[in-house]
């Protein structure tokens, strides 16, 4: 790791970005048996139980930035498939017409629609993938703790 790359990272975890997560001691009711239970400070992969029933009580994930990261991906694979479906389909005589959300933009454009083009293509493409991707960026970097450009 280079220099600049070091006094970056640890000006990070100065401000607490990358600081270990842990949870501080507090008092519980577990949802089972109703004991209140005092609950210890609680360290990443660690996780407090009920002493009457066993039931779990709270969790401090191991590597809590790993699961909205698979989410993101899954849903950006969701969506490719979501984009080629079909929407809707139109049948007259001897007419069959298949729509799909690209295929209706292209209506849209067609039929001299182009500002309702262009907001169905930023509310049902642009936004949700830009969202996803900013998503993988910020939890990506979040997940090797390294700071990344931006």
């Known amino acids: 790791m280079t220099d600049s790359a070091a006094r970056s990272l640890r000006r990070w975890q100065r401000r607490g970005f990358l600081r270990r997560v842990a949870m501080p001691a507090h008092v519980i009711d577990c949802p089972e048996c109703g004991l209140r239970t005092a609950v210890p400070d609680l360290k990443q992969g660690r996780q407090a139980d ?41 049948s007259t005589v001897g007419v069959y017409e298949r729509l799909t959300l690209p295929f209706m933009l292209k209506i849209l454009v067609l039929q001299d629609f182009g500002f309702l083009a262009e907001v169905m293509f930023v509310f049902t493409f642009g936004l949700p993938l830009l969202f996803l991707l900013l998503c993988l960026y910020v939890y990506g970097a979040l997940q090797i703790e390294k700071p990344l450009p931006g």
């Open 50 to 90: 009920c002493p009457r029933c066993g039931h779990e009580l709270v969790r401090v994930e191991t590597a809590p930035f790993l699961m909205p990261a698979a989410l993101a991906c899954a849903t950006l694979i969701l969506l490719l498939c979501v984009y080629g479906s079909m929407f809707v389909t139109v």
